[in-house]
């Protein structure tokens, strides 16, 4: 993604009500946050839903701190299949079969924040926090703890992060946090 100048300055503005899930079926249901808590009786399971969104994030001293490009292109760059610069996203297919859309300036040398959406378990999670571990960020999803890849990071989190956070060493352990959700 290096080679293309240009492509992926610009992420989507997304109004609250474009952030929530959209139910298999087409129904939209309510924001994420809101549809845990408001049907306790159903599991919130990111595979059944068809847009599910994480966040990458790296803090440092509890404020936001610029995510490196680099660490984004030697993880995800050899899988990018799809560029949509007009919305500032990339999509990933992996060698599992697994896929991805990203959403952030990651053409840049530095940028805010990553958001992940209608991802697949398996080696797209395991690739999520190897990205996670080279740019020393967490992975924020909606109604779960803050995930860390190292103990060290709990330190540099908002203080409202911090309590709940756990440490992730593999895509499986995705998979569990968001399972337990």
Known sequence: MRDR????????????????PRLVGGSTGHRSGDFCRHHPAVAMDYRRVVSYQMWVQRFVGG???????AAFEAVFGPYVDRLEPEF???HVTVPDGGDATFYG???????????????????VLDLLVEFARRADAVVIPPDCPTML?????????????RAEAVVVA????????????
């Open 5 to 20: 100048p240009g492509i992926l300055r610009h992420p989507p503005t997304l109004e609250p009500a474009d952030v929530g």
């Open 63 to 69: 404020g936001p701190a610029p995510l490196l490009g």
């Open 88 to 90: 500032g996203c990339a």
């Open 105 to 123: 300036a990651l053409s840049d040398v530095e940028f805010d924040s990553l958001m992940i959406s209608h991802f697949s378990p398996g080696q």
């Open 149 to 161: 890849t190292v103990e060290d990071q709990r330190d540099d989190l908002p203080q409202e992060l």
């Open 170 to 181: 593999d895509g499986a352990g995705v998979d569990a946090v968001l399972a337990a959700g």
